[in-house]
Every structure is written in C-alpha cells, then in structure tokens.
C-alpha cells in the first residue's frame, strides 16, 4: 500500500505551465512529464467502485496498470486485498473498470472501459494478473522481460496516480518518468528517481504502474510493477515487484482457457 502520511499542505504552482493552481493534483507521477496522446497506449487506469470497509460502509480506489495480453491487465497484486488486507482472486469492488489506451482520461471516444471479471495473485511477489471482460484487440500489449535488469539501467515508469502524498487523487492524464534500478532481491527491484529529476517517483494510486526498459524504437520491455515506497516526491528507494524472474507463472495464465462465466 502506498504510503500517504505526509500532513503539511502543499501549495501546487502551475502558472509556469499556463495550468490554474487547484486543491488536487494535477497528474499523476510526482514531478513527471506529460505522455503524448497515443504513446504507452498499453497503460491502463484501474478504478475500484465500491470497496467494502471494516465497518461495513464503501470507499473507492484506484490503481495503474498495464495491457500484458489482448484479455489481461498486470497490476500490483495488493489491488485486490479485502478491508483486512488479505489478497484475493477476485475483484473486491462493486465495480473495478479498466480503461485501455486512453491518455487523456475525459476523451471518451478512444481507447476502451472495460469490465474486471476475475484476478490471478502472484504466489512470489505483489502481482496480479486481472481478466478484462472483452478482449482488446487495437492496442498491442507491453512485451514481458524475461531478463532482470542491470543494476544502473535507466527504466520508465507511467502512472494515472496522483502528483504528491499530500491530500492524493487520481487524475486524468498519464504521466511518465525515468528510474534508475538500484537493487535487485528475488522479489523486488529497487528504484530512485532519475529524470526529469532525482525525485521523480511514483505516488499514491500509482499501484502497479509498468515499469520498463526502452531500446531504441523496440517494444517497451517489462521488468516489474510499482509496489510501494515512500511518501512522495522523495529521493529514496522505490520498490518495484519484479516480473522477469515470473514470466514462465504470468504467460501460464494469460494461456489458461477463458472461464465461460468470463466470456
């Protein structure tokens, strides 16, 4: 779960940006740049309607994500956890949604909003594996790694979550920027900020943000998913739930045959 403890009140200044100065964040991925309409169009927004609570009422939720196969989105596994935290292999929500291939959030008249009808956990690492209801067939899905990254190779990252810890929101516009990868542990691969500066982190709601290695004009290359850290922006080690050292478990289940009650 992404930390959110910071209690000072941030003024956001955007004039530089032509942007009016709001109580919420602007877009998601502290101190990141705007995505162009139409580039990582494989990154996904997860909203959660309708969460129970431990005392009995409902709250709403948000995650990132990316198109890992035409009916499978790969997000953080800790997405789907009851009030008590306790992971499972169904949407918790009322509702979970997940919108496909749409940058800018308000264009309703691209990219796909799709239903969530069933999750796989990772047994190793915070992974899961969510089954859309339709298949999506115009958006080519990320490419998974199989290899771990080395340590000091530039990474990126793009996220729907907020821009600070501070009184956090998801916002409408996908937002990029670059790690370093610092740390590798059999399950996590641990980040810092690397541009378009050294606090460049994700942020609450940035829960399974893709985080991948670019090569020249290749596919982006999948090599794990944002898991936690700390508040943000921050300059210290963010942790990424690696997916290299799971490929055989991820492309055994984007494999399985689609359960009737899914189709």
């Known amino acids: 779960m992404r930390k959110t403890i910071i209690s000072a009140v941030i003024t956001l200044l955007s004039a530089a940006a032509g942007l009016a ?8 991925i502290a101190n990141g740049d705007l995505v162009p309409l139409g580039q990582y169009a494989f990154s996904v927004k997860l909203t959660m309607t ?29 997405c789907f956890r009851t009030f ?19 940058t800018d959030l308000t264009q309703t008249d691209v990219g796909h909003e799709i239903k969530i009808v069933a999750v796989r956990q990772s047994p190793t690492a915070d992974v899961a594996l969510a089954m859309l209801e339709t298949p999506v067939r115009d958006i080519k899905p990320i490419r998974l790694g199989r290899k771990p990254p080395a340590i000091g190779a530039i990474v990126r990252v793009t996220g729907y979550g907020s821009t600070t810890s501070v009184n956090p929101a998801p916002v409408t516009w996908l937002r990029t920027g670059q ?6 542990t059999d399950a996590v691969t641990g980040l810092t900020g690397y541009a378009p500066h050294p606090d460049t982190t994700p942020c609450p709601y940035d829960s399974g943000a893709p985080i991948f290695l670019e090569h ?22 963010e942790n990424g ?8 478990w991820i492309l055994a289940v984007v494999k399985t045959r689609v359960p009737a009650t899914a189709r």
Do not use: K
């Open 21 to 28: 100065v709001t109580a919420t964040p602007a877009a998601a």
């Open 50 to 78: 309708g969460i129970p609570t431990a005392d009995g009422g409902r709250r709403n939720s948000a995650c990132s994500g990316a198109l890992i196969a035409p009916r499978w989105v790969i997000t953080a596994g800790h």
């Open 84 to 102: 008590d935290n306790v992971r499972v292999e169904y949407p918790v929500a009322d509702l979970t949604t997940a919108t496909v291939g749409r």
């Open 179 to 184: 790690m370093s990868v610092v740390s590798l």
């Open 216 to 237: 020249g004009h290749g596919r982006p290359v999948l090599i794990a998913v944002d898991s936690n850290g700390p508040s943000c922006p921050h300059t210290g080690v």
């Open 241 to 248: 739930a690696r997916t290299d050292n799971i490929a055989n």
